[in-house]
T-cell receptor, first 112, second 117 residues
């Protein structure tokens, strides 16, 4: 059974500092891995999706890496802003069209 | 782009009553939809996979007679919480896959807050 773990569970940084969020999964047989952002009381917004054959994806200040063999992914957010405060979730998919297995999330607070 | 809509966004119901939550794919057809539940400060837990025209597949520990799922069309899945109790109060989110140029992309609804009093 796939298990996804995110460390740390919570993170507080001053504005401008870079953020590093970690995600690990137990079964390396994944189809892809996805990072989401969730604001309090809201749904999920997809940030980055990394296919199993890829090693990283970038979008603006966000960069996500994937090391499938070691079961790890890292989300980097450069030059953090107060607007980046949210919960960040990673999720893995075993096969196309299959369900997502989520990690517990990392709650991020960026202080002005 | 593809959008998944949930309704209602917030609902309060009395203990013992039933409440229905709708999940619609607005501009694409979804043969499969997924229902998740999220308790405060916790992650999303998959409840069931909703399949158009057939029975839903429930995750272990989820009571299928309590959480009724109907996927009657390619754009609509409904979750009915029957005989609701205060412990059913939670955030319920649905998702669906849309086929695109880069393969399957998953979209999430905005979620529905259920409060049972």
């Amino acid at each position: 059974k796939q298990e996804v773990t995110q460390i740390p569970a919570a993170l507080s940084v001053p504005e401008g500092e870079n953020l590093v969020l970690n995600c690990s999964f137990t079964d390396s047989a994944i189809y892809n891995l996805q990072w989401f952002r969730q604001d309090p009381g809201k749904g999920l917004t997809s940030l980055l999706l990394i296919q199993s054959s890829q090693r990283e994806q970038t979008s603006g200040r966000l960069n996500a890496s994937l090391d499938k063999s070691s079961g790890r992914s890292t989300l980097y957010i450069a030059a953090s802003q107060p607007g980046d405060s949210a919960t960040y979730l990673c999720a893995v998919r075993r096969a196309a069209g299959n369900k997502l297995t989520f990690g517990g999330g990392t709650r991020v607070l960026v202080k002005p | 782009g593809a959008v998944v809509s949930q309704h209602p966004s917030r609902v309060i119901c009395k203990s013992g009553t039933s409440v229905k939550i709708e999940c619609r794919s607005l501009d694409f057809q979804a043969t499969t939809m997924f229902w998740y539940r999220q308790f405060p400060k916790q992650s999303l837990m998959l409840m069931a996979t909703s399949n158009e025209g057939s029975k839903a597949t429930y995750e272990q520990g989820v009571e299928k007679d309590k959480f009724l799922i109907n996927h009657a069309s390619l754009t609509l899945s409904t979750l009915t919480v029957t005989s609701a109790h205060p412990e059913d109060s939670s955030f319920y989110i649905c998702s669906a896959y849309a086929q695109g140029n880069s393969g399957n992309t998953i979209y999430f609804g905005e979620g529905s807050w259920l409060t049972v009093v």
